[in-house]
């Protein structure tokens, strides 16, 4: 038997303003579809962030739905749990719920285990660090029904979108020591770098698939992307990492007084490549013709779809770096505001659900907003 592990897909993140970008977000979750559909896997698990917003374009719900029509066509069903990007802090059904209501998909970001060809699967949806308290009793009960209800079952797989502190200090959700011991392979969302590592308490492996494509929060840089396709046939549950065909992507570093070979060098590179790259040049030096970079820069303009750069000056009392050119005023707002808050989370609910409201006059639903988010807060504060 054998399923594929998708996760972090971003359905509708548009990078840029750039149509293409927005279109290489699809190509690469058709990819996994397709290659899924090609291989014959017995079902598909997304684990979280299938869409960048809770209130997707109305192309990425088509996108998604189309995928799952493909899957249903050659009848490969498919299950999904929720990820931060899915759920929004005002009172409302999560997109992909339509799914499940269709039929298309099934939703089991409950915590309530199924039956599934003899497999077992349960999920749970994203919690913030100071839920994830709540998830104890769910954990608790989901190991005694792998021991008791579902005890000859041989393959039991659970799905979260969460951090584990062993994957990513900084992503620290939860411990390996905290999730169910029983479960033969634990399906991740939310990291957004492949990984996979076993742990003696647990009776199979950990992993992360990695995003589909690269999201605005991971910057520039080549890196492979894709997801997994897990054999438990046998024993043991065996994933087999798919790389997806994606637009290159690369950072280059240079001294300004190298600048014009650098950029030779980058024009050889990236010269043969069927889809055009996007680039970040960063330049370390001082006392920067910035007439002179942008000349260098624009020899790159028609080999690449997008070409960033960046002038660090590193400061000997601080080791501050400045930028004389910021990314697009969206991202560079987007990083201003993690920093300021010190949480990706908040600065998505800042920027990527507050201000929209705000910036359309629609102060009765950014009021709405800021209240559940009080409401959840007082919640938390009183246990």
Same mark, same amino acid.
């Given at each position: 038997? /054998?399923?594929s ?19 290489? =977000? ?48 050659n ?9 931060? !990007? ?29 039956? #599934?060809?003899? =497999? ?22 989901? &190991? ?32 390996s020591? +905290? ?24 009776k199979?492996?950990?992993? #992360?698939?990695g ?9 520039i840089? +080549? ?7 897990? &054999?438990?046939?046998? &024993? ?16 280059f570093?240079?001294? #300004?007084? *190298? ?21 970040? =040049? ?6 920067? &013709?910035?007439? !002179? ?6 020899? $790159?303009?028609? $080999?690449? $779809? ?14 501050? =770096? ?5 990314? *697009? ?14 949480s ?9 659900? /507050? ?8 102060? +009765? ?13 007082? *919640?938390?504060?009183?246990?």
């Amino acid at each position: 038997m /054998l399923f594929s592990h998708i996760a972090d897909t971003h359905l509708g993140l548009v990078q840029y303003g750039s149509n293409e970008r927005e279109e290489d =977000v699809y190509d690469v979750f058709n990819q996994a579809i397709d290659i899924s559909i090609k291989d014959k896997v017995d079902f598909v698990i997304f684990a979280g962030d299938i869409f960048h917003e809770p209130n997707p374009s109305g192309r990425a719900i088509i996108q998604m739905a189309n995928g799952l029509k493909k899957l249903k066509k050659n009848k490969i069903d498919s299950f999904f749990v929720l990820g931060e !990007h899915d759920q929004s802090r005002i009172r409302g059904t999560p997109v992909p719920y339509i799914y499940h209501n269709l039929d298309f998909s099934k939703y089991i970001g409950d915590g309530k285990p199924i039956l #599934y060809k003899g =497999v077992m699967l349960a999920g749970l949806d994203k919690r913030r660090k100071s839920e994830i308290s709540e998830y104890e009793k769910i954990f608790l009960n989901l &190991d005694q029904s792998a021991e008791n209800e579902f005890k000859e079952t041989k393959h039991k797989i659970l799905v979260l979108h969460q951090g584990i502190a062993e994957f990513h200090k900084y992503a620290d959700d939860a411990q390996s020591t +905290d999730l169910p011991k029983n479960f033969t392979y634990y399906a991740m969302g939310h990291l957004h770098d492949k990984d996979i590592k076993e742990f003696n308490h647990l009776k199979g492996p950990i992993a #992360y698939p990695g995003s589909t494509e690269l999201t605005t929060s991971e910057g520039i840089k +080549d890196v492979k992307k894709g997801f997994f396709e897990v &054999d438990i046939s046998g &024993d043991e549950a065996i994933p087999k990492w798919i790389e997806l065909d994606r637009r290159p992507q690369f950072s280059f570093d240079t001294d #300004y007084n *190298e600048l014009t070979k650098t950029i030779d060098e980058i024009i050889e590179k990236i010269s043969g490549l069927t889809k055009k790259p996007i680039i970040q =040049v960063k330049i370390q030096g001082k006392d920067v &013709d910035a007439d !002179h970079v942008q000349a260098q820069i624009g020899r $790159l303009n028609l $080999l690449a $779809l997008e070409c960033k750069w960046k002038v660090i000056t590193k400061q000997t009392s601080d080791s501050s =770096v400045f930028l004389d050119r910021p990314n *697009e005023i969206e991202d560079e707002i987007f990083r201003l505001s993690e920093n300021a808050l010190g949480s990706e989370q908040d600065a998505n609910f800042a920027i990527k659900q /507050l201000l929209p409201a705000l910036s359309t006059d629609a102060t +009765d639903q950014a009021l709405e907003i800021i209240l559940e988010d009080y409401k959840k807060f007082k *919640e938390e504060e009183t246990k």
